[in-house]
């Protein structure tokens, strides 16, 4: 997989759930149960991690059914955000797709979360539609933001 500087991308087992999930807690206002986690280790999906030496910096998961794959999660430890972490995994996953047969990676976004809107769109990530008041927020919902890549 991918190095960059000290960084290393590795694919992650379901015994790093416990680590995912600490920090899927400090960087999510809304985040997955260490046990959503887990169940995202089967046949359908990719779970990748980005390292520093030993510790766990973040990680993505892509589920693939035949040659659509769905971003489902990408997290970076909140004191880690902003040193390309993210544009680091996002680019092994884009790799990763490609080589598994994918001609479209998707994914959907809070409409709130400026900093991954703006990852996707640097990557190429167009947007494809939008799923009304769809995230609960601390006072209401707000829009998803549907994004296709095309990988062919």
């Given at each position: 997989?991918?190095?960059?500087?000290?960084?290393?991308?590795?694919?992650?087992?379901?015994?790093?759930?416990?680590?995912?999930a600490?920090i899927?807690?400090?960087?999510?206002?809304?985040?997955?149960?260490e046990?959503?986690?887990?169940?995202?280790f089967?046949?359908?999906y990719?779970?990748?991690?980005?390292?520093?030496?030993?510790d766990?910096?973040?990680?993505a998961?892509?589920?693939?059914i035949?040659?659509?794959?769905?971003?489902?999660?990408?997290?970076?430890?909140?004191?880690?955000q902003?040193?390309?972490?993210?544009?680091?995994l996002?680019q092994?996953?884009?790799?990763?797709?490609?080589?598994?047969?994918?001609?479209?990676l998707?994914?959907?976004?809070?409409?709130s979360?400026?900093?991954?809107?703006?990852?996707y769109?640097?990557?190429?990530?167009?947007?494809?539609?939008?799923?009304?008041n769809?995230?609960?927020?601390h006072?209401?919902y707000?829009?998803?933001?549907?994004?296709?890549?095309s990988?062919?």
């Amino acid at each position: 997989m991918n190095n960059i500087d000290a960084e290393v991308i590795v694919p992650l087992r379901v015994e790093h759930a416990v680590v995912m999930a600490k920090i899927e807690k400090l960087a999510h206002t809304h985040p997955w149960s260490e046990m959503s986690l887990k169940e995202c280790f089967g046949p359908l999906y990719r779970v990748v991690g980005i390292k520093r030496q030993d510790d766990l910096c973040g990680f993505a998961i892509v589920q693939q059914i035949i040659d659509e794959a769905t971003l489902l999660d990408i997290c970076v430890a909140p004191e880690k955000q902003g040193s390309g972490l993210g544009a680091a995994l996002m680019q092994q996953l884009i790799d990763d797709a490609k080589n598994a047969g994918a001609v479209v990676l998707m994914l959907e976004v809070r409409q709130s979360n400026k900093a991954a809107k703006y990852l996707y769109d640097k990557v190429g990530f167009i947007e494809a539609g939008r799923r009304k008041n769809y995230y609960p927020t601390h006072d209401g919902y707000e829009d998803a933001i549907l994004m296709d890549l095309s990988l062919d």
